[in-house]
């Protein structure tokens, strides 16, 4: 089938204006925000991971991103490398998964670009994203010092899912957590409602990507891993450290200002949302790691580094 034919079969009924021209109009209600993230072949999924699911991991990553700016998703440009060694049935079921997810989150796509290619499939996604009452995104400049340091959801199951894909248990609940990223519809309105100072999604891995915002704030962080709420009850403190280190969480990361965390807890307890302090803002450059009360000595690599092998998502 000609790549014109994919478009007019299986995304053109996704938008609203059916893909009949060059260019898409943006919607602009308010203050908008944008983004972009991809999965490849190899380096976020595996070359046997049902096609449902990297569309919904590719749709996912980007929502994360868009959820920890305190903004909802709106429109969706998709950008696709449909390898000649798969089928039309596949392409089928990844569009239709992929408007389905669209949909879930809020989101609508407006357009974008199919292509054959050789082997390995790609694909791009750029979403825009509707800023909340405050008007304006939360950045991960905003962190100071005294305020307090929180998680979203849990820690390591990509990781674990992972672990458990390489021993031959592809279709237990651990290798689901792996292949569909799952942040939470609520983490976006409580960036907003509980005026969080700064934020940033945890794709790389908690540690590197709590270097990442104390970096951009010009701060510290004090991280308690003993408060960390892992998918699972790490058995030692290596374990520990590689599940926060390893990636895919797609949880969010962020810090709120003194006497907020009553409020961050009502909310939490009102919607059945998990979220958990797990440190505090300090003077200073950089991450302190503590466990039991000392600090540790933290690996040379904290997370996946973009354009070098690592942890997450990559293949051994």
Known sequence: MAEKDWIKRYFAPLAADGLT???ASLASPGPLIVTSDSVVE???FLPGDPIDTVARKLV????SDIHAKGARPLEAVLNLGWPMGRTDAELAAFAKTLGDDLA???AQLIGGDTTTVPAGLFGAMTMTGLCGPRGVPVRRTGAKPGDSLWVTG??????????AINLGRGQDGWAARYRVPQPAPQSAAVMVSTEATASIDISDGLLADALALATASGVSLMLDLDCVPFAVQAASLMEQ?????WGDDYQILFTAGPGSESLIRAIAASSAFLVTRIGQVVTGRG???VSQGRPINLPETLGFEHGVSGPSGTLP
């Open 21 to 23: 021209d060059d260019v």
């Open 42 to 44: 190899g380096v976020h």
């Open 60 to 63: 996912r990553r980007n929502v």
């Open 104 to 106: 879930f989150w809020g």
């Open 154 to 163: 849990d820690i390591g199951a990509a990781c674990l899912g992972f672990d």
């Open 241 to 245: 450290v590689r599940l926060a280190s």
């Open 287 to 289: 991450l302190e790691v």
